[in-house]
């Protein structure tokens, strides 16, 4: 299998996965992470349509970047230090993975001096497990309330990585917890905030995640393959 036909059978699981929840397939975005692939596995992608990769680690979407000239859409999806802001800021359009108010800080001061927007997603620790990055259920609607206040950030929605289960039913309850974080947060009508997007769901559970409402999927494996 190539990488062109993984992602044509993954877009068209995506397709059936909304149309039998009855949702606009358009709705739902696919985000091929890219962490460990070399940049040609990027423009195989890339040329077989794939607009928008997700990377975890801040050296490798750098120099991978640097090597790519066509315009791929980069987002960041993982745990962010805010000492290395600083190097993604322009190369990287939205942020995934914003779970602490100093960094959104950093986010936004980065991104003032280049006189740009970054739009970023709350990342929500659902499970409360030590070992994930995110903040908590009760603590998302305070987060949104303080970085909806600076000036160069964009909130667009809320992140999660749940737990690792065999079946993705086991996952269904989280992803339906993010949904209805999100929809709480969104009667709020904090100015500025936004809750169109909801990034959930991988390469084992992605069509789980869209009958929940997912909009922006990170699929890997099933596109590039074991790492």
Known sequence: MTIASNIQQITQKIVT?????????????LVAVSKTRPADDVLAAYHAG?????????????AKAA????????HFIGHLQ????????GIVSTIHSVDRLSLAEEISRQYGKIDKI????????????????????????????????????????LMTMPPLYDDPEGVRPYFAALRELSLRIDREQ??????????????????VAIQEGATLVRVGTAIFGER
């Open 17 to 29: 996965a909304a149309t039998v929840a009855g949702r606009d397939p358009s709705s739902v975005r």
């Open 50 to 62: 794939q607009i928008i990769c997700g990377e975890n680690y801040v050296q490798e979407l750098v």
């Open 67 to 74: 090597g790519i000239d066509e315009p791929v859409e980069w």
């Open 82 to 89: 805010s000492n290395k802001v600083r190097q993604i800021a």
């Open 118 to 157: 970054c739009t970023v997603l709350i990342q929500v620790n659902l499970a409360g497990e030590a070992t994930k990055s995110g903040t908590t259920d009760q603590g998302a609607l305070e987060l949104v309330r303080a970085v909806a206040r600076l000036p160069h950030l964009a909130i667009r929605g």
């Open 190 to 207: 904090i100015p500025g905030v936004g809750m169109q997007e909801l990034s959930m769901g991988m390469s084992g559970d992605f069509e």
